[in-house]
């Protein structure tokens, strides 16, 4: 999957070190879903997640002919997830409500919220 040209991932560095990561799939609407977005642990809640979604949005919009960015989110995502989304100007297109399972590994999101 990492060598699909559908696929485009960046890292992101914080005096060398690596703090995130984002990942998008090309859709051919053509539209951007950004699959992946986070911070490691190491960065979490110092106030890099805003500037890098914002920079991770720019690079989405970046690509020619896209007319739409988009992502999902979970009530399992980091409480500041949503309005970090928000901020940057993501909106609700869809809301799911599923009922609460105990989360394993395999187990897909609950409570998704599609963004864009």
Avoid at 74 to 79: A, G, I
Wanted: proline share 9%.
């Amino acid at each position: 999957m990492l060598s699909s040209p559908a696929l485009r991932s960046w890292i992101a560095r914080i005096d060398g070190d690596v703090a995130g990561l984002v990942q998008f799939v090309l859709h051919p609407e053509p539209e951007i879903e950004i699959s992946t977005f986070g911070l490691v642990p190491e960065f979490v809640g110092r106030g890099f997640g805003g500037h890098f979604l914002t920079l991770g949005t720019r690079l989405a919009w970046d690509v020619v002919g896209i007319h739409r960015v988009w992502l999902h989110t979970s009530s399992l995502d980091h409480p500041h997830a949503l309005p970090n989304y928000r901020h940057r100007g993501f909106r609700p297109f869809r809301v799911e409500h599923r009922p609460r399972e105990i989360p394993t590994e395999d187990s897909p999101s609950h409570g998704a919220t599609d963004l864009s």
